[in-house]
Nanobody, 116 residues
Framework: QVQLVESGGGLVQPGGSLRLSCAGS????????MGWYRQAPGKQRELVAT???????NYADSVKGRFTISRDNSKNTVYLQMNSLKPEDTAVYYC??????????WGQGTLVTVSS
């Protein structure tokens, strides 16, 4: 079964940067649009950024200009470069296929904590 494994989270001060990675298995990784999602304590999971199979990107207004999503299909990996981090970016970050109809079981995610 195809699995997604997120990594790269941690504790960072406001204004800092982190790079998240999402490694997927399976030979069809490259054909799917992918997304990074996050869930803050007490809140619903929200979509942060998406990238198509052709590497077109889209971002939530809250992260536009600060986050960059990218992919390396040769490594079955999607990245999220996060700059100028704010305390409100604190959340567990997940990756998954963009379309609900093709979505995989959610992984454990990676925790990002922005605090001084």
């Amino acid at each position: 079964q195809v699995q997604l494994v997120e990594s790269g989270g941690g504790l960072v001060q406001p204004g800092g940067s982190l790079r998240l990675s999402c490694a997927g298995s399976g030979s069809s990784f490259s054909i799917y649009a992918m997304g990074w999602y996050r869930q803050a304590p007490g809140k619903q999971r929200e979509l942060v950024a998406t990238i198509t199979s052709a590497s077109s990107t889209n971002y939530a207004d809250s992260v536009k200009g600060r986050f960059t999503i990218s992919r390396d299909n040769s490594k079955n990996t999607v990245y999220l470069q996060m700059n100028s981090l704010k305390p409100e970016d604190t959340a567990v970050y997940y990756c998954n296929r963009r379309l609900p109809t093709s979505r995989l079981p959610w992984g454990q995610g990676t925790l990002v904590t922005v605090s001084s």
